[in-house]
């Protein structure tokens, strides 16, 4: 059943296309239609899913057999709980883009097949379909923010572009070495990953794939796409870069780099850890400092990614459950973070500068506005009863036994994260105007009730995994058993 | 059947203020916001009345503790083996965290009371009273914790709610800038603290402290790390007590509410950290650890720099900011000098008398009409009866005047540091007193007695009676504190349940410091009356503060809180984390974003103008183009 998030999702595309050109609303309709379908699929699968049986076959077919290439697509208890958030995101992006007038159409056929992509990377067992997906989920992207794109948008979307197709270009690379190496003529990952690739492959491989892949998840320094990039795009194009795409990265990384070169994961798991401790410290301290409202939430992308990268290479499964649930949590809070930036805020105010908008006093006129993004910061600071501070905890967790060091460092991280979060919070919402503020000529419109809906979706569930992590932990945990992480995780020393 | 009441009671006493605060919170359409302050007040006073009846129980039982009831809330790895990790939510029903329900659910109804005469017609009064329930959930979490992450989990709660509470006035800047500074100074703290925990767990493999009491009596694994581990957690008492050098966030925490410092700053948060300490006190005081050594300096060099900074405040409430300070040293201090019994006797005691000071002060400034500077009081005496008689309760309570219940505790503490041979931390002790009386006896002097020193003091209002009663009420166990065997209680919790608890009489009682260390209780009289002549010779009448005449640049010194927040604003931030901001914003923007990426887009931009010459810019072509290079390159790789 889980196959049919991919299907549903090209079907709305389908339908999108049918559909006359104008008629925003039906495009809208259908677009929801289809997004909520694929979340309650995922939802569904979730329920049933039995994750202690490890990976389960979708369905395969062979599908290129001179080369050994099949349509193969399976699932643990990772992919069910991406797919989950990819689901959520959907939903949510299109909530926060009800606004959206401008070749209304066009958009939403972008956003459905870069919804439909992310899931076929989530449930590919087959490397080639696999990266044919993730190409799929590129493409769209550079679209979404070049048309419907806001400050410097050709810029950020060629960047975006430059950087993931480079990207591509190295894991291809692995992946073409790997299947020659192996000579199986086979690109299933279960096989693959068993085949004992010799060291020198291995150690010049790994990092290629790894960073080929992570260079999407924001890994410092090849991060800087990610900022021009969120303010480049459209609201929903942010929600889904900061919530999906940058998730597609890391489990790209986790998936296919750990997994088939062991070896060079034990070999440069270290240097990796540095690189992500880095990117946490100096994405905090980068966003303390911005005077622009997105950029503050783009370099705290960079920051929280970075947690994922290190629970990831610490190579134990606290740590690795850690990682994941990072990425589910940092996927919906920074999801609610820039629907609030971009739809609540900008598209009503017109700016993002913070100074600009510290003397208009946000949470008078748009108190809801201010009440989401204020549980939005604690989110995002990883307190406790939200999701954040489960996963960053795990980390820490996980972190503590493979490097101490690191963890302490990671700690000024947390710290700088709570200064700009605070910093950000207080300037754009509650500002301090000593003199009566101005009367607007144009009273803000008020937030309206898909706006309202797509929080309280985001809200509900950071809550609900803040709360009873349980429910995540129960389907990410086990799938970390299966042979595929064996050879991964006798490189730890947990 | 009785024993399921029992346990569950626990559960209810902690969960019933956040129902409250919820219901407040999400409650609006049905009417709960108006009823705000009655929901909130409910929640609290039948919480007290659980912890009463829990406490009685545990009492009359004569058990050690209630058994624990707990329930997995994380669980990490491989289900059912070795390698898993699992973390649970449990209460820990003893005398230790009864007594302390009782002083948070006991102060804290008497605050909530007030608070709805201090703020009345305050447009926030909801959201007020909302934050207030959830304050008080957090606080009791981290009192009944039974391990260390369910304690470390609503330790972060207290610090949201105490930062939601500190900015209730947001527009002001100042409370604006403090709630910050307070959340931020804690959270640095609580990263120390959480370091503590990893390490604790890491080595003794548990974080309940029931297996740890039993871990940590092997002590073949835990001995190297012992010290480290000790100070690590103590980070975490340093950021909530405001021990130096985080002392500087509960000064300007005084921009919240005054009941707020009252609950908060005086009574419940701040006390945390100590009572965390206690808590944890067996980690501590294991052998080989030179981690209380340390925690008592550090105690006792807080009391003294806040003691010598509150002689010279001219804001009432700082004063009594201070002051709070110093007595969190005195508490740090006597954990430190391995006597958790007097640690635990001085909080008790001190959050009464310091709650019913606040609340006084709160009283006086409401009367002033929102004036908070001492020296445009004065002669307050006679307008505010009641306030005024109240709050020299509690300053005599404070100093330590013999039979106030600060007397008792102060002395225990101050024996306790001779017992232990700490002759450096007792001398402090005793100059601290004599501080701390000469502070208190300027701020009274200044404020009830001489003439009004401005139009607004020569016109002050009584506060209404829900402001005046709770001040009646604390002021009783403020006097009789010392009576009531609190000290016997924890003495016979902290031997470990050996020893019988109050067989002493009321009258042994009464005289029982000048029987146990007469040394200690002499001295601590001797302080008192020096400290008080001092201040008696300066202060009465004067129309002014004699003392920067006097010391000069030393008074200077201390009006300005020996330049702390000066070092810390001017120098350290910026030199820390606004210097490495700017380079890294510079590395950002000039390295990898100037030479790397625009020197790719260069690149990319050639090869765009080439492209385009081919390229139709459609999705389908890219698609396409993109695939068929993937097929060509598995092509020419195969067929070689």
Redesign the interface.
Known sequence: MLAWTVYISFLGVLALMLLPAGNARAARGVALVTALLGFLIGLVSAFGFAPERGIQTITRTAWIPGLGIDYYLAADGISVTLVLLTGLAAVAGILFSWNIEHRAKEFFVFYLALIAGVYGVFLSFDLFLLFVFYELAIIPKYFLIAIWGSTNREYGAMKLALYSFIGSAMVLVGLVAAYVTAGSKTMDLLVLAQYPFPPALQNWAFPVVFIGFAILAGLWPFHTWAPTGHVAAPTAASMLLAGVVMKLGAYGALRVAMTLFPLGLATWRNEIALLAVIGIVYGALVALVQKDFKFVIGYSSVSHMGFVILGLVTLNTIGMTGAVLQMFSHGVIAGLLFGVVGRMVYDRTHTRDLPELEAMRLNKALPFAAGTFAVAAFASMGLPGFSGFAAELQVLIGAWSAFPTYTVLAGVGIVVGVAYTLRVLQMAFFGEAPEPVPEAAHPLPPITLPERLGAVLLIATTVLIGLCPRLLLSLIGPSFQSPLFEHVLKGGNL | MEDHFIENLGWVALLLPLLSAVAITLGGPFGARRAAAKISIGAVALSFVASLILFLYLHLTGQPALAETSF????????GEL?N?QFNLGLQLDTLSLVMMLVVTGVGLLIHIYSQGYLAGDPGYSRYFACLSLFTFSMLGIVLADNFLMM???W??V??SSYLLI?FW????AA?DAC?KA??TN??GD?GF??GI??V??VLGSVGFASLKLEAAHPNHFGPVATIAGLLIFCGAMGKSAQFPLHVWLPDAMEGPTPVSALIHAATMVAAGVYMLCRVYFLLSFPGSQALEIIGWIGGFTALLAALIAVQQNDIKRILAYSTLSQLGYMVMAVGSHGPTAAMYHLTTHAFFKALLFLGAGAVIHAMHHEQDIWQMGGLRKKLPVTFWTFLTGTLALCGVPFFSGFYSKDSILAQALKNGSYGLFIIGVLVAALTTFYMARLALVVFWGSARSSAAEHPHEAPGVMLWPLRILAVPSVIGGLLFIEATFEHFFAGGHGEAGTITWAEQLLEPLNASPAAALSGIFAIMVGGAFAGALYWKAASDPLPLRLGWFARAMRNRFYFDELYERVLIPAT??L???I??A??RWI??GL??RG??GA?EFA?RALRLVQSGS?QT??FL??AG?AA??YC??AR
């Open positions: 997995p809330w994380l669980i990490i790895g491989k289900y390698n990790l470390f989990i609503f972060e709660l610090g949201i900015g947001y527009h002001k800047p604006a910050k959340f931020i959270r640095i990263f959480l370091l990893l390490l767990w890491s984390h606004e490495w901001s700017r890294a914003q590395i950002d990898i974003g790397a990426v790719a887009s990319t765009g999705l890219y698609a993109l695939v993937v390159v598995i790789l195969l």
